[in-house]
């Protein structure tokens, strides 16, 4: 199996990035001028394959809106993503060396800015790559905050990640955002559609998150998913399927902490868990 990514200053592995250059909010400026043809060719290879496989598994919603990014044959500029962007829900995208530590990370999402790994993968990482990079934060993250309500799950969950923080809570918020915003899947006309960036983001975990009688499929329920573990470097063995992106807004509307302390004493899920309860 691969390696656990690396999370700045909390792996044995030297993080991939070069965090010398970010800032103490832990953003970068996008070199732009830095990107060769070749990674160009890269980028649009990694969009032109998995824009093929977004029919019938991916969310409409996020098929559409992927397009009206407009950034399928090069490496977009993000200052150019960032005009549409602003302009549609107020969210930018900022540069970053790599994954960052979960405090910088919560605090950027409640300023409606979502970091983006300004490096892509090497050529031999086609298919798979352990760390989140430009390709994955681009095409698997950023469409969906062209989506007004599930902007605001994004920020409102920056906001509840600094709080959790506070309230030793991380690890359950981290389990949220790992089964929602990275691996959630959503029913649109009664089929069952991939919206999480790390679904879609993956040539082979589209297929299997929606057709797969393998993993697991629960509806998103905030006790059970913030208890269940999760993997970091294998397909899913459970998935939390949502109905709509404002049945997940509403479902973090009230203050979590009473959840916590309900939460803090008991036993978490193992990934594959098939308990009933
Ligand atoms: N950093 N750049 C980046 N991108 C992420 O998605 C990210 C991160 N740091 C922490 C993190 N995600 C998760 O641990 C969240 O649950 C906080
Ligand atoms: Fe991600």
Known sequence: MGQPPVIYGQSSRPPRGDYARAGADYTCTQNYAAYTEAEHALYQRLYARQEALLPGRASQQFITMLAQLGARERIPRFA???AHLQAATGWQIVGVPGLIPEEPFFALLAQRKFPVTDWLRRPEEFDYIVEPDL??????????LLHPVFADYVQRYGEGGLKAMRLGAGEMLARLYWYTIEFGLIREDGALRAYGAGILSSPGELEYSVSSPAPQRRPLELARTMRTRYQIDSYQRTYFVIDSFEQLFTLTAPDFTPLYAQLRGLPAFSADATDAA
């Open 80 to 82: 150019d993503i960032n």
């Open 135 to 144: 390709f994955h934060d681009l095409f698997g993250h950023v469409p969906l």
